[in-house]
């Protein structure tokens, strides 16, 4: 990450802009449920405008700012991924699917020895 040990202390302008962020989000809700008698193309362009709004403001916040960079990060982390090459993944896969049905094999024949022993050897309730 670029820089995990800088702490940002929110100012108050931070703090007014994330505030007109969820007034705008507010907003854009009971203005979409308010105009229930207009037509719905109104309606959704309001609550579309208004959600635009409340993203703009708050990317335009710290917090916001902070959340850019993080995504700009994990992007540059995800870069630097040796990613295997089909032929490995493939190998790979196939490995799972073998341990996976060998351990339903082995839950299997685990189930049915101990339903044979209780049921059938100590309770003696023959099916």
């Avoid at 007034?23 to 309606?43: D, E, H, N, S, T």
């Avoid at 579309?48 to 916001?64: N, R």
């Avoid at 990060?73 to 295997?84: G, S």
Wanted: aromatic share 12%.
């Amino acid at each position: 990450m670029a820089n995990p040990s800088v702490e940002t202390v929110s100012t108050g302008a931070d703090k007014a802009k994330l505030g007109a962020a969820a007034v705008l989000l507010l907003a854009a809700l009971g203005l979409f449920y308010g105009l229930g008698g207009q037509p719905m193309w109104v309606r959704v362009v309001t609550l579309l405008v208004l959600l635009a709004g409340a993203v703009v403001v708050f990317f335009l916040s710290e917090p916001g700012r902070a959340l850019i960079a993080y995504g700009q990060d994990a992007v540059r982390e995800t870069r630097k991924v040796v990613w295997p090459t089909r032929k490995e993944a493939i190998q790979m896969t196939g490995i799972v699917f073998a341990f996976v049905i060998l351990m339903a094999l082995f839950l299997w024949l685990t189930d049915k020895s101990l339903e044979y022993v209780l049921y059938d050897l100590i309770l003696g309730w023959k099916r």
